[in-house]
């Protein structure tokens, strides 16, 4: 199967240290990647010019075949709103929003009223089990529960890649696991892609392969059997 | 694990022949290693011998006939005993990874390489876990939770070496 995303030879440097020297990363449909490496080994960096974030100062990133580079801003932010979800370690749920509001916020932003967004919010907050905190504020519930409603929100609008940063990294042991089980579930049955950053060996165990990332460049070690 | 404490144990509900026993261990703790007959029967005889267990009749069937065990007090008290005694934490001090780290840069191959292939088999092994146990029970979770706990162990061993490789090249060298 092709690469539904692909980064070859990704540079990038802030200032003068370089945070990327030469990564690179190729994802298919359906698949869990973890992204390994330890603290400013450039793997955040990685995930945020895969997601078109940041624009890299040389290399190419390409989803679905087309050069995000050369696509003008407004396109590279529709995309990101249509066809990317994002999790990261601190929810980052909008506060003054209640759960329900916050998974509905992408749909509405992509012009789908509010009824029918809320419906469909609703339904993604009971698969991840916490139909219960709809109406509460981000602030009202648990790290577990926010980290839920997050990963709902990175779902609802069905992406086709979901990129994952730390996700469990302010979860405990159980809360984690469930959050990841929960994910990478979703992701499967909806065939959506998850590029999974994380530096804790039991949350990669839930992804297909990992990638490794030192210094800003990029490693994969063909399994051994 | 200590095959004749388990069996004690396990015959503390009641008396029990080995075939059952076998079954009983296998369930329970035997998830990747089951236990052989042999075993049993040497186990049981022993404990016959130093009197922890008593022959409680024979049980007549279809097949042999099959004589059945029961705990004595003394093995009550041995396994009360073990019960409240800690098993000894590894120590972990032998380690043929850092072995074969401390080789590859004496010999100049790579020793980023050598924990780059670890990982992955480390990985592999966990990825299995992780799947048996969301498809598991409360056992089986436990069970891997205790082999994953381990192998996480190992690896962020892996990665402060690997972080620390130029260091203990210029250490060994």
């Known amino acids: ?145 926010g980290q839920r409603v997050a990963v709902a929100r990175a779902l609802v609008t069905g992406p086709r890649v979901v990129f994952a940063d730390e996700p469990t990294g302010a979860l405990d042991s159980l809360n984690g696991e469930r959050v990841m089980q929960l994910l990478t579930t979703a992701a499967k049955e909806t065939n959506a892609a998850v590029v999974l950053v994380t530096h804790e060996p039991r949350v990669a165990a839930y992804s297909d392969r990992e990638v490794v990332v030192r210094d800003g460049r990029s490693r994969e070690v063909e399994p051994v059997r | 694990m200590s095959i004749g404490h388990t069996l004690l144990g396990l015959l503390e509900k009641g008396p029990s022949h080995g075939y059952d026993l076998k079954k009983a261990y296998d369930e329970r703790f035997g998830h990747d290693r089951p236990l052989h007959y042999g075993q049993v029967y040497t186990t049981l005889s022993r404990l016959l011998r130093n009197g922890l267990v008593e022959e409680a009749g024979v049980e007549a069937g279809d097949g042999p006939e099959r004589k059945r065990y029961a705990i004595t007090d003394a093995g009550v008290t041995d396994v009360v005993q073990w019960l409240g005694t800690p098993e000894k934490p590894e120590p972990y001090l032998q380690n043929t990874l850092y072995a074969k780290v401390v080789l590859a ?69």
């Not at chain 1, 624009?55 to 003008?72: C, F, K, N």
């Open chain 2, 105 to 173: 840069l004496l010999s100049g191959r790579s020793a980023d390489e050598v924990l780059d292939v670890q990982r992955s088999a480390h990985l592999r092994t966990m990825r299995e876990l992780t799947r048996r146990k969301a498809e598991g029970d409360l056992v089986d979770q436990l069970i891997c939770d205790h082999a994953l706990f381990h192998l996480e162990a190992d690896l962020r061993w892996l990665e402060l070496t690997a972080a620390r490789l130029g260091q203990l090249s210029e250490v060994v060298r």
């Open chain 1, 1 to 145: 199967m092709s690469a539904l995303l692909e980064a070859v030879d990704l540079r990038k440097s802030f200032g003068p240290t370089p945070a990327l020297d030469g990564a690179g990363l190729s994802v298919r449909p359906g698949e869990v990647v973890a992204v390994m490496g330890p603290s400013g080994s450039g793997k955040s960096t990685l995930l945020h010019c895969l997601a078109g974030i940041l624009t890299p100062d040389s290399g190419v990133v390409r989803y679905r075949d087309v050069e995000l580079s050369a696509m003008a801003d407004g396109e590279r932010s529709e995309l990101r709103r249509t066809d990317f979800g994002f999790v990261f370690q601190f929810g980052q749920l909008v506060p003054e929003l209640s759960c329900l509001e916050n998974v509905a916020l992408p749909l509405r932003l992509g012009g789908v009223k509010r009824k029918e967004a809320e419906s469909r919010a609703r339904s993604w907050l009971e698969r991840l089990e916490v139909a219960d905190v709809a109406d509460k504020r981000p602030g009202e519930t648990s790290g577990g529960q």
